[in-house]
């Protein structure tokens, strides 16, 4: 069983920045590829960013690009997510999630990811 910890969520305004960061426990973390996803009341799970075990191959929702940026830090076992000029639509619960190499599901598809974190609340004013 794979831990995994968010923090770095919180109440901003529209316009500004924010850094989520999602610590994992357990010495394998180079073993696994990592998403983001989101939950606004109401709404299904959505894909927001993903990276590859090294971190150098990166995926992103096509409304994201250029706003949010996923990377990864191996020897911390964290992953992180900038994101930038934060809107009011932005405000969900933000979900890191592990996935391990031998699947054939997409990595935008929730169903892909074998171990998820507990999420971390982003709420943007306007």
């Known amino acids: 069983q794979v831990q995994l910890v968010e923090t770095g969520g919180g109440l901003v305004q529209a316009g500004d920045s924010l850094r989520l960061a999602c610590e994992a426990s357990?010495?394998?973390?180079?073993?696994?590829?990592m998403g983001w996803f989101r939950q606004a009341p109401g709404k299904e799970r959505e894909f927001v960013a993903a990276?590859?075990?090294?971190?150098?191959?990166?995926y992103y929702a096509d409304s994201l690009k250029g706003r949010f940026t996923i990377s990864r830090d191996n020897d911390k076992n964290t992953v992180y997510l900038q994101m930038s000029s934060l809107k009011p639509e932005d405000t969900a619960i933000y979900y890191c999630?592990?996935?391990?190499?031998?699947?054939?599901?997409?990595?935008?598809?929730?169903?892909?990811?074998?171990?998820w974190g507990q999420g971390a609340q982003v709420t943007v004013s306007s």
């Open positions: 999630a592990a996935r391990r190499p031998a699947t054939l599901i997409p990595y935008n598809n929730p169903r892909a990811y074998d171990y």
């Open positions: 357990g010495r394998t973390f180079d073993n696994y590829r």
């Open positions: 990276n590859s075990r090294s971190g150098g191959t990166t």
